[in-house]
């Protein structure tokens, strides 16, 4: 068995739906919402594309998707946290936005939403990211993942309504190639584009497309913690067995449309296998491999309840039973409240008011959220907690990378000083330029930074 990458840097990038309404109805559009939200942004640093004190990167995509990307992760509760955070971040700038909005005498309230698609079916994402060995060859590897990818979504999807009936994924209709260096042209399950935010003698970055935003964050556990033991397993050269489909991007949309995971798909052999097949052999693979697996990065202990969720998960699909996991898969606890409006309304999946509360449940003021009132309920189970949550909001993570920028902007807000940052570097830009390039995401100490931020102290300016 070859070594692995036990303790592994991931982290995950969302974008948000926004919208502002009063009464019902539109005030502004999208984009000039989106200048409202960011306004205190622009005031304080001129940009719309900034990293935070949590050492994250927070800013306005294409088409004016509000978007944050974690910092550097190396554990799944801490990478959960973070992505959490960007919910607690966004939601203080939608307040703000709120008043703004007020004072100019338009009114009306802000909305963010974490969700794929909007009301024009126009899809926007969430992309996960994966530090791994440059030794793995990027393209080999994703066929070897794409079975599962395309599967995964039986175990984390978001669900959603569309055209009259509930399928899923959100995502699932919105991929068209399973690896490519494309991402909005062909918008493939896996990118390869290289760009390793790191040593690229020694690491590569997966850049996953596939998946769904998820408000559970039991789900968005099971989602990335079955992702890096499948990744670990790889890597480690374990057992697994071999699925090469004739045509993934096919069978994906049929997936999606079914609940039972019965869906066949057709191997390059010949043969067919079904997408609960697919899921099942991994995680078996999985269990074995937890008796095996260091016990680094992500512990084993919390591993071993990604396991359990996700083998329970399958068990109910395969019984169609869900009350085991009703309160812990994002498209079940989704399916089971639509389901009772259904029922009460006496409708088909049509009716505007199930369209209403589909985006309702994505929503992620904490007050005004269905999902967070499920959660309030205990109707949606935890995985971590608020306060930590919170504390991510204004921390950066302190086992890699991401704590000494973490200190850089904290040294550059205190002193005033003209600084530019990004995933590897940071640069004081006076009196005399001084950057310092980080090339390993896992040091959580270095003598340059400290000489960098020295250097700006003494060359603090005076306020």
């Not at 909005?101 to 994402?125: C, E, W």
């Not at 399928?167 to 042209?185: H, I, K, N």
Request: proline share 4%; glycine share 6%; with cysteine.
């Amino acid at each position: 068995m070859s070594p692995v990458f036990a303790r592994r840097i991931t982290g995950v990038e969302t974008e948000f739906g926004i919208t502002a309404t009063r009464d019902g109805r539109a005030v502004l559009g999208p984009e000039e919402v989106a200048r409202y939200l960011f306004r205190p942004i622009v005031a304080k640093y001129r940009s719309s594309n900034i990293f935070t004190s949590s050492a994250a990167r927070l800013y306005l995509d294409v088409g004016s998707h509000p978007e944050y990307a974690t910092a550097e992760c190396d554990s799944l509760t801490q990478l959960l946290n973070h992505d959490k955070a960007g919910e607690v971040i966004y939601h203080r700038l939608a307040l703000q936005a709120e008043q703004a909005l007020a004072d100019d005498g338009i009114g009306g309230q802000v909305y963010l939403f974490k969700n794929n698609v909007d009301s024009m079916g126009n899809s926007y994402g969430a992309h996960e990211n994966y530090l791994i060995s440059r030794e793995m060859v990027l393209k080999s590897l994703g066929k070897q993942m794409l079975p599962f990818m395309i599967t995964r979504q039986l175990i984390c999807g978001a669900g959603m309504i569309k055209d009259g009936q509930f399928v899923l994924s959100q995502r699932a209709d919105q991929v068209w190639e399973g690896v490519s260096s494309a991402t909005t042209r062909t918008r493939p399950v896996i990118n390869t584009r290289d760009e390793p935010h790191g040593d690229s003698h020694r690491f590569r970055r997966m850049h996953v497309i596939v998946g769904d935003s998820n408000m559970s964050e039991t789900t968005f556990a099971l989602k990335i913690g079955s992702t890096l033991l499948l990744l670990e397993m790889l890597e480690a050269d374990f057992e697994l067995a071999s699925w090469e489909l004739e045509n993934p991007i096919n069978e994906i949309r049929k997936i999606a449309a079914d609940p039972t995971g019965l869906t066949p798909l057709k191997l390059v052999t010949g043969e067919t296998v079904t997408a609960l097949e697919v899921q099942r052999g991994i995680l078996e693979s999985a269990k074995r491999w937890l008796e095996v697996r260091p016990d680094e990065g992500t512990p084993n202990e919390e591993m071993a309840r990604v396991v359990d969720l996700w083998e329970r998960t399958l068990t109910a699909i395969d019984s169609q039973d869900f009350s085991g996991v009703d309160t812990e898969i994002d498209w079940v606890i989704k399916r089971k409240l639509l389901e009772q409006y259904k029922n009460k309304l006496a409708c088909d999946w049509t009716h505007p008011k199930l369209a209403h509360i589909d985006l309702a449940y994505h929503d992620i003021h904490p007050e005004r959220s269905l999902f967070y009132l499920l959660q309030r309920k205990g109707l949606a189970a935890r995985w971590t907690t608020d306060e930590a949550i919170v504390h991510a909001a204004d921390t950066a993570p302190e086992t890699t990378r991401a704590h000494l920028r973490g200190q850089f902007l904290a040294a550059a807000e205190e002193t005033g000083a003209a600084i530019s940052v990004d995933w590897v570097h940071m640069k004081a830009e006076r009196p005399e330029p001084r950057t310092v390039e980080l090339l390993d995401p896992f040091l959580t100490e270095d003598a340059q930074v400290d000489e960098l931020i020295a250097y700006m102290r003494e060359n603090q300016e005076a306020k």
